[in-house]
C-alpha cells in the first residue's frame, strides 16, 4: 500500500480484505515522525487488533492487515489473547527448530528468529515482526479468542513477510518414537515414523526419518528452494 505515503495528517483511507474492510488514519506529517493507524475486526465487528505502521513498513501494510484479518476471530471482548507466548512459539511453523528450549523475557515476552526477520510476542497480546533491515510489523491483538493457532499463523505470516527468501521454506522432521510397549501379550514394537514438515504448511508422514528427510528434498525442488535444513 504505498498510497500511505500521500495521506495527509488525520486522514483516512479504507483497505478491504476478503474478511471485511479495514479503516486506516495517518497521524503526523513529518518525515521520520509519522504513523498510521488502523483498527482490525472481529466476525462480531469489535475491534480485534489495533495495527501501528510507520513508512518503511507501508509496502507490507496490505498483506499484514490481510493476515490479521484472515485468522481473526469471530468475536473480540478486548482481553488479552487466551494463547501463552510460549505455545506459539510451539505451535508456528516458521522455526528453525524447538530443540533448545523455549526462552522467556523478565517481561513474560518470547521470541525467535528465522534467517532475515525476528518475532516477539508478549502476554498482553502485543505481537512484533522486525526485518534484518529494520522494517517492523507490529500489532496488539485483543480478546480471548485469540487461542494458540491465530496467534501463530499470525507470527508465521509477518516472517513470510519479511524474512529472506531462503527462509521461506523452514524445514524439519520428527524423531521417531523407537522402541515402545505395544501390548501385554505381543512384547515390544518399533515405530520409526517421522514426519516432515515446512515453514510454508506442507507437511508429510514417512515410515522413516530417512524417507522423511526424502520427502523434504523432493519438496523443496518442487517449489524451488535450496537445500533442506537439518533437523
Not at 506459539?88 to 524447538?98: E, K
Request: glycine share 10%.
Amino acid at each position: 500500500m504505498p498510497g500511505l505515503i500521500l495521506l495527509a495528517d488525520r486522514e483516512t483511507t479504507e483497505f478491504r480484505t476478503p474478511r471485511g474492510a479495514v479503516l486506516l488514519r495517518k497521524y503526523g506529517s513529518v518525515p521520520g515522525r509519522e504513523l498510521v493507524r488502523a483498527a482490525v475486526r472481529a466476525g462480531n465487528g469489535d475491534r480485534a487488533a489495533l495495527v501501528t505502521l510507520r513508512p518503511a513498513a507501508y509496502p507490507y501494510a496490505g498483506a499484514w492487515l490481510s493476515a490479521l484479518a484472515e485468522h481473526a476471530p469471530a468475536a473480540a471482548d478486548h482481553r488479552n489473547p487466551g494463547a501463552a507466548p510460549e505455545s506459539v512459539r510451539l505451535v508456528a511453523r516458521m522455526t528453525r527448530t524447538h530443540a533448545n528450549g523455549i526462552p522467556r523475557a523478565s517481561d513474560g515476552s518470547v521470541g525467535w528468529s528465522v534467517p532475515g526477520a525476528s518475532v516477539r510476542v508478549w502476554p498482553d497480546g502485543r505481537l512484533t515482526v522486525t526485518s534484518a533491515a529494520g522494517v517492523e510489523l507490529s500489532a496488539r491483538l485483543e480478546g480471548a479468542q485469540w487461542d494458540t493457532a491465530r496467534v501463530a499463523a499470525v507470527a508465521d505470516a509477518g516472517l513470510r513477510l519479511l524474512c529472506a527468501p531462503e527462509a521461506r521454506h523452514m524445514t524439519r522432521t520428527s524423531r521417531p518414537q523407537g522402541w515402545g510397549q505395544s501390548s501385554l501379550w505381543s512384547g515390544r514394537s518399533y515405530d520409526g515414523a517421522s514426519e516432515a514438515v515446512c515453514s510454508c504448511g506442507w507437511r508429510s508422514m514417512a515410515a522413516s526419518q530417512l524417507g522423511a528427510r526424502g520427502s523434504v528434498a523432493e519438496h523443496l525442488r518442487d517449489v524451488g528452494a535450496g537445500s533442506p535444513t537439518k533437523p
